[in-house]
């Protein structure tokens, strides 16, 4: 780990994500139709509510009362009901295959990054695109580079790109996510109406 995450650039759910390799699982799984600094300060609104944003914990919570705790304002996603069952989802995977440690996904048995690809791409909620991002943002910001990460996590890898949410150190390298990610929606969209 860095010890420098900027993800949400609110120190406090930032240090969560430093700290708790699963809380950053977890804000990597909300990552989608919300902006990211909101979806990876997602796990400290979950940790605010139980204490803890622990594999176990989560799993084991009863499913109707983590939906309504995932819907409590502010809610930890615009659809907090689908992304609390795939949230305890996500929570029982790492319980069944890592003990509830997260970090053995990309510990155990010394895993390649090709691997630690394969093993994130079980994951609910997780394809091959966010795998990636993941890898990507292990690698560059939290410490774990397995060999060959980079070229398992492709050109979210890279250095020097402003690609996604790996590439994202403080506020102006956030605008620079967005920018190049405004800009691969406008030009998904031109392919599509051509």
């Given at each position: 780990?860095t010890?420098n995450l900027?993800?949400t650039?609110?120190?406090a759910?930032?240090a969560?994500l430093?700290s ?6 977890v804000?990597?799984?909300?990552d ?13 609104k979950?940790a ?7 594999a176990?914990?989560i799993a ?5 009362e ?15 009901g689908?992304?609390?069952t795939?949230?305890?989802a ?5 319980v ?20 630690v ?9 997780f ?6 991002i993941?890898?990507a ?8 580079t ?7 996590a492709?050109d ?8 996604s949410?790996?590439d994202?150190?403080d506020?102006?390298s956030?605008q620079?996510?967005?920018?190049y990610?405004?800009k691969?929606k406008?030009a ?6 051509a």
């Amino acid at each position: 780990m860095t010890g420098n995450l900027c993800l949400t650039q609110d120190p406090a759910s930032d240090a969560l994500l430093e700290s708790n390799p699963f809380a950053l699982l977890v804000g990597m799984m909300l990552d989608q139709q919300i902006p990211m600094e909101v979806a990876f300060a997602g796990p400290k609104k979950i940790a605010d509510r139980i204490g803890d944003v622990d594999a176990r914990v989560i799993a084991d919570y009863n499913p109707d009362e983590f939906t309504a705790l995932c819907s409590e304002t502010p809610a930890i996603h615009r659809f907090p009901g689908s992304m609390s069952t795939r949230l305890q989802a996500l929570a029982q995977a790492i319980v069944d295959e890592y003990d509830g440690d997260v970090s053995r996904l990309w510990t155990e048995g010394d895993p390649d990054g090709a691997e630690v690809l394969r093993r994130l791409k079980r994951l609910p909620g997780f394809g091959d695109q966010k795998a990636r991002i993941f890898l990507a943002l292990l690698g560059k910001q939290y410490g774990v580079t397995p060999k060959g990460w980079r070229a398992a996590a492709g050109d979210y890898g890279k250095a020097g790109t402003h690609m996604s949410v790996a590439d994202v150190v403080d506020a102006d390298s956030l605008q620079e996510v967005r920018a190049y990610k405004k800009k691969m929606k406008a030009a998904a969209k031109a392919a599509k109406q051509a």
